[in-house]
Nanobody, 114 residues
Framework: QVQLVESGGGLVQAGGSLRLPCAAS????????MGWYRQAPGKQRELVAR???????YNADSVKGRFTISRDNSKNTVYRQMNNLKPEDTAVYYC????????WGQGTQVTVSS
């Protein structure tokens, strides 16, 4: 079973920044593509970024140029750096493998005020 623990969320004003770490099970992390997903109120969960085991990245158009994804394989951790946050970025953010495993963490709430 995959174990995932997201943290780093909070309340921030528009234009602010947050960095979200996600610690994953060691046994799956090193060879897995990892993704960051988010679920806004009333909407389905969506993929917003992924990073391969080799470091190749993808970011959704809605966050391109503002958010980055990175990973530290020595710490089994994937990071989401979010800059220039907008109110529409308000959501619960989750990490998981890509494609996602059935085991989701609790997520971390990001709220952006205007």
């Amino acid at each position: 079973q995959v174990q995932l623990v997201e943290s780093g969320g909070g309340l921030v004003q528009a234009g602010g920044s947050l960095r979200l770490p996600c610690a994953a099970s060691a046994r799956i992390f090193s060879f897995s593509t990892m993704g960051w997903y988010r679920q806004a109120p009333g909407k389905q969960r969506e993929l917003v970024a992924r990073i391969s085991s080799g470091g190749s990245t993808y970011n959704a158009d809605s966050v391109k140029g503002r958010f980055t994804i990175s990973r530290d394989n020595s710490k089994n951790t994937v990071y989401r750096q979010m800059n220039n946050l907008k109110p529409e970025d308000t959501a619960v953010y989750y990490c998981n493998t890509f494609p996602p495993s059935p085991s989701w963490g609790q997520g971390t709430q990001v709220t952006v005020s205007s």
